[in-house]
């Protein structure tokens, strides 16, 4: 599986972004699907993921209320739609995707994109 994400920007405090992560090939609907994000000098956050059906949602407590993932699988994609951003959302965002779901280790990683929030 080959993970390509896209949609990240320069976006003022409380604005909106929407991340989408493309995959390649026939497995994608197999996979847990979730994003990442890294700031520099703070570990790797799991954000949001979802189940390879994508009725189970799961969020880190900084993006619960204001960040919803969903997937299509007949597109192959995953989103992230981000509202009320704020400055420490500030990040390089990551897809990835899981075969488990338990995020220990995903199996394959996007690129990464860059959002950065102004105040």
């Known amino acids: 599986v080959q993970l390509q994400a896209c949609g990240g920007g320069l976006v003022q405090a409380g604005g909106s972004l929407r991340l989408s992560c493309a995959a390649s090939g026939r497995t994608f609907s197999r996979y847990a699907m979730g994003w990442f994000r890294r700031t520099p000098g703070k570990e790797r956050e799991l954000v949001a993921a979802v189940d390879f059906s994508g009725t189970s949602t799961r969020y880190a407590d900084s993006a619960k209320g204001r960040f919803t993932i969903s997937r299509d699988n007949a597109k192959s994609t995953v989103y992230l739609q981000m509202n009320s951003m704020k400055p420490e959302d500030t990040a390089v965002y990551y897809c990835?995707?899981?075969?488990?779901?338990?995020?220990?280790?995903?199996?394959?990683w996007g690129q990464g994109t860059q959002v950065t929030i102004s105040s």
């Open positions: 990835a995707a899981d075969l488990v779901g338990t995020w220990y280790r995903p199996d394959y």
